[in-house]
């Protein structure tokens, strides 16, 4: 009998474990934001370690970026040196995305070069 009650901690302890590990958010990557005010045109560079997935779409005089890892980084270079296209940035919520409000109505292009994504 003994054996059988230890045996079921040993099932429940697992069963928790493997459950928080699913649920558990992932750490955070340290993410190098670069940009870059051009003739006609801001670039934002998100350098990541290794590639990730991404999106980026523009609506509402909101540029949002996510990612599919969550993200650490500062965008206070980025929106200075952007101030012409943007005037603020704040990271969501969800910790795997950022959004950019924009001064206006602009296009968007946007591409991965390896583990940079380009904006």
Do not use: Q
Request: no cysteine.
């Amino acid at each position: 009998m003994f054996n059988r009650l230890l045996d079921s901690r040993y099932l429940v302890i697992l069963v928790a474990s493997l459950w928080l590990a699913l649920v558990a958010p992932a750490a955070a990557e340290t993410v190098v934001v670069r940009v870059g005010a051009h003739e006609g045109y801001g670039r934002i560079v998100f350098n990541w370690k290794s590639p990730v997935p991404f999106s980026a779409d523009m609506a509402g005089g909101k540029l949002v970026v996510r990612f599919n890892r969550p993200i650490e980084a500062t965008y206070d270079n980025a929106v200075r040196a952007l101030r012409k296209y943007t005037s603020g940035a704040e990271a969501g919520a969800d910790g795997r995305s950022v959004t950019f409000t924009m001064k206006g109505k602009f296009g968007l292009r946007s591409f991965n070069m390896g583990s940079a994504v380009v904006v």
